[in-house]
């Protein structure tokens, strides 16, 4: 009996090392071949803990066996615990009900699935797949025209919508009005990611008022892109007000690479050029089923599947808990833009301001504020991070209306409830409904 309980012994001593033992070599295969060796800092503190661990599972063999026991007891005790605890927390997070039952197509899958319903099918490809194409003669500002357009996922299912005449994401007949109440222009939040009509921010934004949006976001579109649509769409239609979107994690970043195309530095340059976008809809129409053509390959190599094993091991949620019940976030970069970056922003917002003024409309600046505020914690000051202060200063120095979601969301008790599961990513139905709502509260606040 003796014999075979050490021979237990054994198995579970050789299984704790070998589980050890991978776990160095999943660490390793991320740290120097899916990173390149450029995120050591990172993955240290793991190689601190693993290898530790490994070579103290190895040693157990050599000591003796009611040592061996109480040591192995306390540390299955431990590991099965925090797995048990993980598991929990992984079902209570949604994370099942998101990867075992909500649609995990990658977009090349759903590409192929509904091309079969309508040969009129595209992946959403958006003016930003043009920014480093310096040598095209026409810059495209929408999508494609009348297309069943796949935008992306993160609510467990694709969004997914028609295009209008002009390639944005509207009701088709909105076009036939001259004049609207809200124009809303920005990114991937007013283009209506990861959410189905009527909870797209413009859509819930003309429900709660009752009033008319025209909506000429786009997912990718900077500060710039956005001043360059707006050119275009004054010289078409009229607008009220001017609901300007800015995105703090990437916006400034978005600019920096606008700046640089020469077709979109004449936006900036030229207070009279323009390309006619919407008598030149079969340009873009053309443009962008080719460019869209050239990008199927990478689609369909990639795969975007929602992999849970190494964060179940690396118990992932584990840890985020014990660092909320310690009151303690985890760190993540900041990043601080140069002066020139911030004068290219100020001058390009004055050019928005101005815009609006020539054409009777009102400009509203909402500042919205990136995931990682509430899930992780800044190195750097609350009002440092990504420019906060600056860019806030800038617009209440041009006089321009600032409706600031961020203030909204910090004073939040639960603001990661207004994003997916949780996790990364843009707002769910409920995040833009709070958005919408705060945005008509400013509004209807200043008028």
Not at 187 to 207: E, F, K, Q, T
Not at 240 to 263: A, G, R
Not at 404 to 414: P, Q, W
Request: glycine fraction near 4%; aromatic fraction near 18%; charge should be neutral.
């Amino acid at each position: 009996m003796e014999k075979k309980f050490s021979k237990i012994l054994n198995y579970l001593n050789l299984l704790i090392t070998i589980f050890f033992g991978l776990a160095i070599l999943y660490l390793i295969y991320r740290s120097e071949f899916h990173n390149n060796g450029e995120k050591i800092y990172y993955y240290l503190k793991y190689y601190l803990i693993l290898i530790p661990l490994f070579f103290f599972s190895i040693s157990l063999f050599f000591i003796s066996q009611n040592k061996r026991e109480k040591i192995l007891f306390i540390t299955c005790s431990a590991i099965f615990s925090f797995y048990l605890f993980e598991f929990f927390l992984i079902i209570n997070s949604g994370y099942l009900k998101k990867h075992f039952f909500f649609d995990d197509r990658t977009r090349y899958e759903i590409y192929i699935d509904e091309k079969k319903i309508n040969q009129d099918t595209i992946v959403s490809t958006n003016p930003i797949f043009f920014k480093f194409d310096y040598n095209i003669n026409y810059y495209p500002l929408s999508g494609i025209s009348k297309f069943n357009t796949i935008n992306c996922n993160e609510n467990g299912y694709y969004a997914k919508y028609m295009s209008d005449r002009y390639g944005y994401n509207n009701k088709d007949k909105l076009w036939d009005l001259d004049e609207y109440s809200f124009v809303l222009t920005g990114d991937s939040y007013a283009h209506g990611a990861c959410v189905n009509y009527p909870n797209a921010l413009s859509d819930v934004i003309s429900s709660l008022s009752k009033k008319n949006i025209i909506n000429l976001g786009l997912s990718g579109n900077g500060p710039l892109l956005q001043y360059a649509v707006l050119k275009e769409f004054f010289n078409y239609k009229k607008a009220k007000n001017i609901i300007f979107l800015y995105y703090e994690d990437n916006d400034l970043s978005e600019l920096q690479e606008e700046i640089k195309h020469p077709i979109l530095k004449k936006y900036f340059d030229d207070e009279n050029f323009f390309q006619n976008i919407f008598k030149n809809q079969h340009k873009t129409n053309t443009i962008i089923k080719v460019k869209f053509n050239d990008t199927l390959n990478v689609l369909k190599k990639n795969k975007e599947d929602g992999f849970m094993i190494p964060s179940f091991f690396k118990l992932q949620n584990t840890r985020k808990f014990l660092l909320k019940i310690s009151g303690d976030k985890e760190n993540f970069e900041s990043i601080v833009y140069d002066k020139e970056t911030l004068s290219i922003f100020n001058e390009n917002i004055e050019k928005v301001l101005l815009l609006t003024q020539k054409n009777n409309s009102n400009l509203y600046f909402v500042y919205i504020p990136g995931f990682n505020r509430f899930a992780k914690k800044s190195l750097l000051d609350d009002f440092d991070h990504l420019n906060y202060k600056e860019i806030i200063n800038i617009i209440e120095n041009n006089n321009i209306e600032l409706i600031d979601f961020y203030a909204k969301m910090k004073g939040l008790e639960d603001p990661l409830s207004f994003y997916p599961f949780r996790g990364f990513g843009h707002f769910n139905e409920k995040g833009y409904k709070l958005l919408a709502e705060y945005i008509l509260n400013k509004i209807s606040e200043n008028n």
